[in-house]
């Protein structure tokens, strides 16, 4: 069964960092092309970045460029997202999504000011 375990989300103040991770199960998370995703309250779930499956290519929203970079460690079949300077507005709940519409069921990460 194909699944994806988010964790690592919590209460930062502004300028601090997290990292958050995203366990796959069930299937190569290298075989994929994957993503972030975030909704916070009151707004429409939005991309932040993207890996390509096998050449790792990254791609990231604009809000995300400098301060947000996505890894993954394929032996642990797990993908991450290291995020710095975190703001206020990074305040939402983060999904991973792989490319053939799997999500996980999110972490939450709020940025006090």
């Known amino acids: 069964q194909l699944q994806l375990v988010e964790s690592g989300g919590g209460l930062v103040q502004a300028g601090g960092s997290l990292r958050l991770s995203c366990v796959a199960s069930?299937?190569?998370?290298?075989?994929?092309?994957i993503g972030w995703f975030r909704q916070a309250p009151g707004k429409e779930r939005e991309g932040v970045g993207c890996?390509?499956?096998?050449?790792?290519?990254?791609y990231y929203q604009d809000s995300a460029k400098g301060r947000f970079t996505i890894s993954r460690d394929n032996a642990k079949n797990t993908l991450y997202l290291q995020m710095n300077s975190l703001k206020p507005e990074d305040t939402a709940v983060y999904y991973c999504?792989?490319?053939?519409?799997?999500w996980g069921q999110g972490t939450q990460v709020t940025v006090s000011s």
């Open positions: 069930g299937f190569t998370l290298d075989d994929y092309g």
């Open positions: 999504k792989t490319a053939s519409g799997a």
């Open positions: 890996l390509t499956g096998h050449t790792d290519s990254s």
